[in-house]
């Protein structure tokens, strides 16, 4: 893939929330009320964030006839780039997350402090816990190694993830940590995210929108 072809494509690393969307339809969550009550995110934030996953060609929506009553229904599924992209998002962030078990393991709460501190960095935990990157049980014993809270988000979803909720179609739970799509695309593909960087997570907006 060339860089002028991922330009457009690399802002969508820029926003976790973005992400916790593009993973609930990765699992087959097709319709925004669904989406919505997945993610834990407001109707009208996914709105517009189906809205700019949309004009980065990271997913497809399509419209379709209801079977009783008429009318249409808008189904959603994420495109081979949006499989692309998720899948090295994931890679980064697991990455991630051993550097952090590793620091845990030596006890090392001045380099966990440094990473958690970082507004960038600590905004990602919501999604690394929705799509299953990082275990519960890890991250709340982690953050009671560093005597920190975890915020409403964080905690909503820990809880959530660790009775099995979260999940609408399928069967899936937020905990889920593997993406299916009906694309077939490599997810070896690469793509280049910045990946190795701790401090380099960008918890900004996606891409120019």
Known sequence: MTSDSTDSTLGANKNPRHF??????SRGVKEI???SRTTRLPRQEVELIINDLSLQRLIIKEEKKRRFF???K???RISDTGTRILHS???ELEQQTEQLRQWQRNGDTAQLQSYMESDNNRSWMPFMLFSGIMNVL???SMMSMMGMALNPMESQIAQESSSGGGGEE????AGTAD????????AGDAVDTGGGDFGGFDGGGFGDF
């Open 74 to 76: 808008v189904d959603i």
């Open 179 to 186: 993406t299916e799509t009906d694309s077939g695309a490599g």
């Open 89 to 91: 998002k994931k890679q």
């Open 33 to 35: 009320d669904k989406i």
């Open 170 to 173: 399928g069967g899936e739970g």
């Open 138 to 140: 890890f991250f709340t």
């Open 70 to 72: 008429g009318g249409k």
């Open 20 to 25: 916790m969307v593009l993973d609930a339809i």
